[in-house]
């Protein structure tokens, strides 16, 4: 079993109300950045990650699309651990935190949604 596709999309989500706080400010929108991995078998896994405001969901994008998506064509969906692995030690230059930590955990949660599907179960 191989991912054959990686889809990554980012949604604006306005808040119904504004919100702030001492450290943000204004918040109107959550940044809502999406991770779908299909494998060859045309199963589709989804996980999710955010950013609060429009700040950051644009580079968390681009860093799923440039230097995440390439990395998980070809691999076995079933290998989690080393999936995740082999992401952490690619984007450790990047940060251990922050959009690197985003971007891995959205691919995670879409690895482990795939394998819940797989297996008719519900992911929690």
């Known amino acids: 079993m191989k991912i054959e596709a990686v889809d990554c999309d980012l949604f604006f989500i306005p808040l119904p109300r504004v919100m702030s706080d001492s450290t943000h400010g204004q918040i109107e929108f959550f940044s809502h950045v999406t991770v779908r991995i299909r494998d060859r078998d045309g199963a589709v896994g989804t996980g999710y990650t955010y950013t609060v405001g429009?700040?950051?969901?644009?580079?968390?994008?681009?860093?799923?699309?440039?230097d995440v998506v390439p990395r998980l064509l070809g691999e076995d969906p079933r290998e989690i651990d080393r999936v995740w692995q082999k992401l952490w030690w690619a984007l450790h230059y990047v940060g251990r935190g922050g959009l690197a930590s985003f971007a891995i955990s959205a691919v995670d949660i879409a690895l482990w949604d795939l394998r819940a599907r797989r297996a008719d179960q519900p992911l929690w």
């Open 54 to 66: 429009k700040t950051g969901g644009p580079a968390l994008l681009a860093l799923l699309k440039h």
